[in-house]
């Protein structure tokens, strides 16, 4: 599924729309070259969780945390990893449990030991530099990450099952 936001205001507003399908032990992988959104459309998808505190960048801290709706939410980012093994270093596989839903930035940058997405978010930058915003394609990656993506693509049957 691939969608095209405009401004900001669109990734802002996909986060909101993606924030109520997420459920507990879900991973989901941003990827996207910098600026392209992916720290936006967390930050979103937070604050429509009901998350009124800041929503900073991982890339120094490797993971920010939230605990909302009694769900953890781990925001991770890997830009900053020379190598992919220090994910398992930093013992990082803890966080990907079954009452925590994991956001990652930079997915690609801990390959082959993130465990992997049921939803992957691609970011980019239009083609050509006369038109703004990005393009976002959505990719299921799993049962569950389908459900969701059906429900994205046809809100009026949210909340059913
Ligand atoms: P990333 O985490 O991918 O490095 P950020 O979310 O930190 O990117 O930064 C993205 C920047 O681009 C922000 O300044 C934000 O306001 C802007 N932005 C986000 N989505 C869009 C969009 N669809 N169109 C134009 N600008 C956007
Ligand atoms: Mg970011």
């Not at 691939?2 to 992988?29: F, H, I, N, S």
């Not at 600026?35 to 936006?40: L, M, Q, R, S, W």
Request: charged share 25%.
């Amino acid at each position: 599924m691939k969608r095209e936001l405009p401004d900001e205001a669109a990734t802002v507003a996909l986060g909101r729309q993606l924030a109520p399908l997420l459920m507990p032990g879900m991973v989901v992988w941003l990827d996207g070259d910098l600026g392209a959104g992916k720290t936006t459309l967390v930050r979103a998808l937070l604050r429509a969780l009901g998350y009124a505190g800041p929503v900073k960048s991982p890339t120094y801290t490797l993971v920010e945390v939230y605990v909302v709706s009694s769900i953890y939410w781990y925001h991770f980012d890997f830009y900053r990893f020379s190598d992919p093994e220090e994910f398992a270093d930093a013992g990082l596989d803890e966080y990907f449990r079954d009452d925590a839903v994991c956001l990652v930035e930079w997915p690609e940058k801990a390959a082959g030991f993130v465990p992997p997405a049921d939803l992957a978010l691609h970011l980019r930058f239009p083609a050509h530099d006369a038109c703004a915003g990005r393009i976002v394609e959505l990719l299921a990656r799993s049962e569950r990450g389908l459900k969701c993506l059906t429900a994205l693509a046809n809100p009026a049957c949210q909340g059913e099952d």
